[in-house]
């Protein structure tokens, strides 16, 4: 078993498509064993985004997300990182897979809907940026 970290964005959360989302994930055999739903401030998105503050789009992505609640989780699984990425699809929804989360509900390449971690060291890190160990319960 591995574990992922999942980010339902703001344009999911202010559509009211999370349960929809979530099932998608849960009927990938991911589990959810972690999760709340907050409001990132602005140090919180600019902290978690830091690897791309030099890019042109850094602003406008940090506004992004703290423009309305995000759901924050903790996925485990079987291969949790490529199962997610796979039933997430493409960062862009044009690319993406038809049944994935982004070809169904992504607005355009930033209003994916999703996040999902890339790597087993991202996902510890982004897993620790949101979670304390104790939250962490599955």
Not at 86 to 111: C, H, S, V, W, Y
């Amino acid at each position: 078993m591995s574990r992922t970290f999942s980010i339902i964005k703001p344009d999911a959360t202010k559509r009211n498509i999370t349960g929809a989302i979530n099932k998608l994930i849960e009927s990938g055999n991911l589990r959810i064993i972690a999760q709340k739903r907050l409001k990132m401030s602005k140090e919180q998105a600019e902290g978690f985004y830091d690897v791309h503050k030099e890019k042109p789009f850094f602003k406008d992505l940090v506004e992004y997300m703290i423009s309305e609640p995000v759901i924050v989780q903790v996925l485990e699984g079987d291969d949790a990182i490529i199962k997610y990425r796979t039933i997430m699809g493409a960062t862009n929804p044009d690319n993406a897979e038809e049944g994935t989360i982004r070809k169904l509900f992504a607005l355009n390449i930033q209003e994916n809907s999703v996040h999902g971690s890339d790597s087993d060291e991202n996902a510890v890190k982004e897993i620790d940026y949101f979670f304390t160990k104790d939250e962490i319960v599955g």
